[in-house]
Antibody, heavy 121, light 106 residues
C-alpha cells in the first residue's frame, strides 16, 4: 500500500522558518516525481512545488519562489519542503503527493494526510 | 495562468439522485483535467484523470466528460459516502485547481 506521511508542521512566527518532511512507502520512491500542495483553512487547493525523481529539476508557484525549497533524499524515501520568510498567507495544511505515474502524468495519487502550518505572532 | 471555475459552489442532492458538477477552464486545456474528492478532515482522493478515466478503485457511478474548456463530473446515484467537496485540476499549463463544489445532502 502506498503511504505518504507528512510531519514538521506547527506554529511559527511571521518571518520564521519551518521544514516539512514526507516519508514515503509502498512504491519505488526514487522513480517518481513528487509535489507539495496546500490548502488554507476553509479554502481550496493550491499547488506549491514539484520536483523530478532525481531532485535535479524543481518547480515553484510564484508566491513561494525564493522562499521555499523542495528537495528529496531518495536513500531515505523522504521529500522535504524548507519554508523561509513565512507570512500569514502561508498558513495552510500542506500535503505531499505522488505523481500518479513515473512519467506522463501531472495529476496526483495518492496524497498524504497533511500537516498544518500556522503562521502567527 | 489558466483559471478553473467550478459551478455550482454548493449542490444539494438527495441520496440516490444524480449529481452534475461543472468545471470551466479559461482557455483550451484539451483533456488535461483531473477530478478529486475531499471529505472533511481528509486528504483529496483522485477520482478521474484525462477528463474521463476513472482512477483505480473508483466506482462506476463516477464519470467524467468534456474537453477543451467545458468539463463535467457526474455521480449517477449519490451514495451517503459521496457527500464531499469535489475539485477539478488542470495540468495543461502548470497546475491550477478550481474552487470546488460542495455536494451536500438535500
Amino acid at each position: 500500500e502506498v503511504q505518504l506521511v507528512e510531519s514538521g508542521g506547527g506554529l511559527v512566527q511571521p518571518g520564521g522558518s519551518l521544514r516539512l518532511s514526507c516519508v514515503a512507502s509502498g512504491f519505488i520512491f526514487s522513480s517518481y516525481s513528487m509535489t507539495w500542495l496546500r490548502q488554507a483553512p476553509g479554502k481550496g487547493l493550491e499547488w506549491v512545488s514539484s520536483l523530478d525523481s532525481s531532485g535535479g529539476t524543481t518547480y515553484y508557484t510564484d508566491s513561494v519562489k525564493g522562499r521555499f525549497t523542495i528537495s528529496r533524499d531518495n536513500s531515505r524515501n523522504t521529500l522535504y519542503l524548507q519554508m523561509n520568510s513565512l507570512g500569514d498567507d502561508d498558513t495552510a495544511v500542506y500535503y505531499c503527493a505522488k505523481y500518479a505515474y513515473v512519467s506522463g502524468s501531472n495529476w496526483f495519487d495518492p496524497w498524504g494526510q497533511g500537516t498544518l502550518v500556522t503562521v502567527s505572532s | 495562468e489558466i483559471v478553473m471555475t467550478q459551478s455550482p459552489a454548493t449542490l444539494s442532492v438527495s441520496p440516490g439522485e444524480r449529481a452534475t458538477l461543472s468545471c470551466r477552464a479559461s482557455q483550451n486545456i484539451r483533456s488535461n483535467l483531473a477530478w478529486y474528492q475531499q471529505k472533511p478532515g481528509q486528504a483529496p482522493r483522485l477520482l478521474i484523470s484525462g477528463a474521463s478515466t476513472r482512477a483505480t478503485g473508483i466506482p462506476a457511478r463516477f464519470s467524467g466528460s468534456g474537453s477543451g474548456t467545458e468539463f463535467t463530473l457526474t455521480i449517477s446515484s449519490l451514495q451517503s459516502e459521496d457527500f464531499a467537496v469535489y475539485y477539478c485540476q488542470q495540468y495543461s499549463n502548470w497546475l491550477t485547481f478550481g474552487g470546488g463544489t460542495k455536494v451536500e445532502i438535500k
